[in-house]
């Protein structure tokens, strides 16, 4: 059974940082391209990072975390990190991992809050 | 970008009826649409990829139609299990990948 457990979640000021973590079992790891999609309260998700499968050299960013968060991946680990730096009030939110299939998202995490606040 | 909307925004239904949700990109994205489904508390599942594939597991109650611009999703005699939030999310053109707003399927 494909699971995705996320972590690393929690209350940071303002200009701080965090990183999530997410431990993947019953699939290859390795061969899968990897996202973080997160949801603010009561809005649809939004599709934040990618890294490609096998190298993790491929990385993508969406424009409202480009410069601040940075994916990685350990496939010895089974493992997808997030840092996240100058986190801001509007990065408060679930941040989700998921893998993507051949095309889709076709396995999620369970999520862990992130909440930025002083 | 690509921009996707969807509506309605809500919709209230009753148990055993259809219940029709549209999703709409902002240009031409073939047939490559994802519907979701979110309960409340729980992560989004995949129901549909290719706009008309359900993945494993999921119901034949589930359809889904459309290609280019419109799609639809369809849930015929909708079950007590069926009330949720819809996403539907487009990826022929990423990054980034993009998700619709939702329709909250609704219990009337």
């Known amino acids: 059974e494909v699971q995705l457990v996320e972590s690393g979640g929690g209350l940071v000021q303002p200009g701080g940082s965090l990183r999530l973590s997410c431990a993947a079992s019953?699939?290859?790891?390795?061969?899968?391209?990897m996202n973080w999609v997160r949801q603010a309260p009561g809005k649809g998700p939004e599709w934040i990072s990618y890294?490609?499968?096998?190298?993790?050299?491929?990385?993508y960013y969406a424009d409202s975390v480009k410069g601040r968060f940075t994916i990685s991946r350990d496939n010895v680990k089974n493992s997808l990190y997030l840092e996240m730096n100058s986190l801001r009030a509007e990065d408060t939110a679930v941040y989700y991992c998921?893998?993507?299939?051949?095309?889709?998202?076709?396995?999620w995490g369970r999520g862990t809050l992130v909440t930025v606040s002083s | 970008e690509i921009v996707m909307t969807q509506s309605p925004a809500t919709l209230s239904v009753s148990p055993g009826e259809r219940a029709t949700l549209s999703c709409t990109a902002s240009?031409?994205?073939?047939?490559?649409l994802a519907w979701y489904q979110q309960k409340p508390g729980q992560s989004p599942r995949l129901l549909i990829s290719?706009?008309?594939t359900r993945a494993t597991g999921v119901p034949d109650r589930f359809s889904g139609s459309g290609s280019g611009t419109d799609f639809t999703l369809t849930i015929t005699s909708l079950q007590s299990e069926d009330f949720a939030v819809y996403y539907c999310?487009?990826?022929?053109?990423?990054?980034?990948?993009?998700f619709g707003p939702g329709t909250k399927v609704a219990i009337k």
């Open positions: 998921a893998r993507r299939g051949t095309t889709v998202f076709d396995h």
């Open positions: 019953g699939f290859t790891f390795s061969s899968y391209s």
């Open positions: 890294v490609n499968s096998v190298t993790g050299t491929t990385t």
């Open positions: 240009q031409n994205i073939n047939n490559n």
């Open positions: 290719g706009a008309s």
């Open positions: 999310q487009q990826y022929i053109n990423w990054p980034p990948f993009t």
